[in-house]
């Protein structure tokens, strides 16, 4: 069974520049999360969506962030302008129907710097 | 609020030792546990999770973790560390009842294991 994938792994763009993630969860998994995870901290979830519709965006800086999940599908993340301290590994990661007893499967990351 | 306290950010252990990894939490009710492992590069794996029954609670490559109410803890334990086992670990709480599946994770705790 193939795992939830992200691209690109490695991404160093400058302050106030835009930039996208990518995130393809496990096939048939219908919860997908997004969640930052700056250098020595635990990872904090960005944004929840069940199927395509989010169920948690509450801790989403959503003057500079935004996500979508059109078909249920895959999903982007999107930084526009980057911050500094927008630096981070975003996680993406997908479960199959997102209770609370549901495993969380993640990806492998991708690694954002920001000059 | 949930929270999760590792107090321990880096321990160093002999190959062959016992490993034993302190969580913390702070929860409203029942809590849901979890142990994950972070190999550099990796995503977050699931090393095993705690609803509700027995106490003692059995994972993935050969971990173990107790949970005990009246200290509010959920340590993790293993008996024979291997040199494989060098990664960070996280302990994660949640979700509130009647929340979407939102994980609260600890600081994690960096094991570094000596040969």
């Known amino acids: 069974e193939a795992g939830v994938a992200q691209s690109p792994r490695y991404k160093i763009i400058e302050k106030r520049q835009s930039v996208a993630f990518w995130c393809n969860p496990i096939s048939g998994h219908a919860t997908l999360y997004w969640y930052q995870q700056i250098l020595g901290q635990g990872p904090k979830l960005l944004i929840q969506?069940?199927?395509?519709?989010?169920?948690?965006d509450s801790q989403l800086p959503k003057d500079r962030f935004s996500a979508e999940r059109l078909k249920g599908v895959d999903s982007t993340l999107k930084i526009q302008p980057a911050k500094l301290e927008d630096s981070a590994v975003y996680l993406c990661?997908?479960?199959?129907?997102?209770?609370?007893?549901?495993?969380?499967?993640f990806g492998p990351g991708t690694r954002l710097t920001v000059l | 609020a949930q929270s999760v306290t590792q107090p321990d950010i880096h321990i160093t252990v002999s190959e062959g030792a016992s490993l034993e990894l302190r969580c913390n939490y702070s929860y409203g009710a029942t809590p849901y546990l979890f142990w994950y492992v972070q190999s550099p590069g990796q995503g977050l794996q699931l090393l095993l999770k705690y609803f509700s029954g027995d106490t003692l609670v059995q994972g993935i490559k050969g971990f173990e973790a107790e949970f005990k109410r009246s200290q509010s803890s959920f340590n993790l334990r293993k008996p024979s560390v291997h040199w494989s086992d060098a990664a960070e670990y996280f302990c994660?709480?949640?979700?509130?009842?009647?929340?979407?599946?939102?994980?609260?994770f600890g600081t994690g705790t960096r094991l570094q294991v000596t040969l």
């Open positions: 969506f069940q199927n395509n519709g989010v169920v948690d």
């Open positions: 994660a709480v949640g979700p509130l009842p009647g929340t979407a599946s939102k994980l609260t």
């Open positions: 990661a997908s479960s199959f129907a997102g209770t609370g007893v549901d495993e969380q499967f």
